[in-house]
Structure formats: C-alpha cells, structure tokens
C-alpha cells in the first residue's frame, strides 16, 4: 500500500511523489503547521521540542502527520510495511508515536543528512498506535527526501533500527523489507538481471516500474511539466479501485496522489475520487511564529459542486490547532 519515488534531476528541481493507497477513506486534510509550536512525543511526553521549521503536511483523520513538506525543503512519506517490528518501548531511549513520527523531522530538520544523524545518534524509538476508529494496529516505515536529492528510508525490524541512506534510495514501496526489494529489483532487466518488467500491483512490482519509469524521464522545459512527468510515474504505480480482500493487504487502491517539488517548495495533491488538482507554494504561507495553525478541509472544498483547482494557499482557514493522537488518548479510550 502506497509508493513513493524521487525524481533528482528534473530540470534543476527534485521532485518527489507518491501515491496514498488504503482500503478506506483516510479523511486527509491540508495543514498549515507554522514555526513556534511547541509538542511532545505522544508517548510519554519525555521528549518535547519547538518547531523550527513550518510546513504542510497530509493528515490521517487529522490526527496522524503521513505526508508532508517544510519550508527547509525537507520532505517526508510514511508508507505501510506489514514486517515492522518497533520492540519493547524502553524508557532509557526517546521515543515518538508513530502519529508524530513524520512531524518530529519536519518541525526539526533541513536536510536528510540531519535527522539521519539524529537518529542514529539518540537511538529513537518508534510507539506503535491503535486507530481508535477501526482497532487497526498500524505498521508502517519512513521515507525522507529533501532539496539536496538526499534520500533515507527508516525502518524497524525486529525491533532494531535500519536506516538506507543515500540517493540512490529513491523508491520505496512496501513489502518485503527494503533490502529484500533491492535485492529482487537487482534480477529485473535494466538493473542487472533477465527478467521483464513486471506489471501487477504487487509491491514489488511497483517498486520495479517505479524504478525504471523514473530514471527514464526527459528533462522537464518547465515546473508544469516535472510535475506532470512525476505524476505519469506514480499513476503507473497507482492501484485501481476494487473490492476488499481481506488475504491481501496489499491491494487497496490509490486513494490519492502528492507530488512536491522540494526546490521551489511547491506541494501538490490530487484526489482519485474527484476531478481537480490543488497545489500550495510554501514560500506564499506565513509560516512565523505565533501564526495560526490553518486547515484546507479537501473533503468540504473538493466535494462541492466544481470544486476548487489550482493554487489554494488562500483556502486555509482557522480552527482548532492540529492535535496528534497520543498513547494517553487510546489508554483513556479503553477506560
């Protein structure tokens, strides 16, 4: 469920996309998140920090960050991985739910380089949810990019940390783990083996197209054109709508698609269930500190008869602040 690619060369620009696919409506919205708020963890608030940077970030219910872009260039894609295995939480070592998982680097970093080091160097820890909607136990990973064309995919197996760094790691699907998906793209032809392109909606089929498409693209005459070259990668990729198959976790459709490009900080997002593309330009956001926390709620604006399309930076609206869902929150659910 889900892909993700990085373009590193499009005409001066990186460019990354990714396709969202679930078995179910996610009820994504747009956040504005600026400089100056202060979180925590959400797992026993140990760790507590400020955030750095503003960005725009993609919301699960709005409660969980899962895509998003700060205004450093920094980039960041959580995708599921059915073999993650986080470990017993230890309380010698910080720790972060996997709901603020994504937000943390975000708020924090401006490079890969950085929170790679980061994690490296403390340790981190990653507490495993429940949706308290549905009683899903989320198992997922971590992809970074940013205006470098520096990439790292963070995993946990086993209840260790693996972290690829580096830009070659530039697609990311789901299972199998990732050093098992570059082993088996190494035996498709073009990557040092006989086999041909495969074209099911197997995660490692994916990764495969994902894969060759993306270091095939011409060089773009214009952002436009990155952007719709980026876009024609992850449709490729997408899964199309079908019926639920509870043996295959796998197969859920593409339930939306983001392309961003880190260099001009552009972030945009397409629905697959209606017509119009929007996109925001993170340098048009007032991201300073003590600015509100804004929303573009897609499901209101993209619903309406005609929609909206375009530039929608003026669309966010104030409501309450952005809250993330806590280990606290289900513990006080289940009471």
């Given at each position: 469920m889900c892909t993700r690619v990085v373009w590193t060369d499009a005409g001066g620009s990186v460019i990354v996309g990714r396709n969202m696919d679930y078995h179910r409506e996610l009820a994504t919205n747009l956040w504005l998140l600026p400089r100056g708020v202060r979180r925590d963890d959400g797992v026993h608030g140990e760790l507590t920090w400020t955030s750095r940077f503003g960005s725009v970030v993609a919301t699960a219910f709005d409660m969980i960050s899962v895509d998003g872009l700060n205004e450093a260039g920094l980039a960041g894609h959580v995708l599921w991985l059915a073999e993650s295995d986080y470990g017993e939480l230890d309380p010698a070592r910080p720790a972060l739910s996997q709901a603020v998982w994504l937000q943390y680097f975000l708020d924090t970093f401006a490079t890969v380089a950085d929170a790679v080091a980061w994690i490296e160097a403390n340790d981190v820890q990653v507490a495993q949810m429940v949706d308290p909607a549905s009683g899903e136990v989320p198992a997922i990973h971590l992809a970074l990019d940013d205006a470098t064309g520096d990439s790292a995919i963070i995993e946990y197996i086993g209840g260790a940390l693996e972290v690829h760094h580096g830009r070659d790691y530039r697609v990311m699907t789901n299972?199998?783990?990732?050093?098992?998906?570059?082993?088996?793209?190494?035996?498709?032809?073009?990557?040092?083996?006989?086999?041909?392109?495969?074209?099911?909606?197997?995660?490692?089929?994916?990764?495969?197209?994902?894969?060759?498409?993306?270091?095939?693209?011409?060089?773009?005459?214009?952002q436009v054109e990155a952007i719709a070259s980026m876009f024609s990668v992850i449709r490729n990729a997408a899964q199309p709508f079908r019926l639920p198959d509870p043996g295959r976790p796998d197969a859920s459709q593409t339930i939306w698609q983001v392309v961003a490009d880190l260099t001009t900080k552009r972030y945009v997002f397409e629905s697959t269930t209606r017509p119009n593309i929007v996109w925001v330009d993170l340098e048009d956001l007032d991201f300073t500190v003590g600015a509100p926390q804004l929303v573009l709620d897609l499901g209101s604006h993209l619903a309406v008869q005609g929609g909206v399309a375009g530039n929608v930076g003026d669309r966010f609206e104030r409501r309450a602040d952005l809250r993330f869902l806590t280990l606290a929150d289900l513990a006080h659910a289940e009471s």
């Open positions: 299972s199998p783990t990732y050093h098992e998906q570059l082993a088996l793209l190494a035996e498709i032809d073009g990557f040092g083996g006989d086999r041909p392109l495969p074209g099911t909606t197997l995660a490692t089929d994916r990764f495969a197209r994902a894969a060759y498409y993306v270091g095939r693209l011409p060089q773009p005459r214009s």
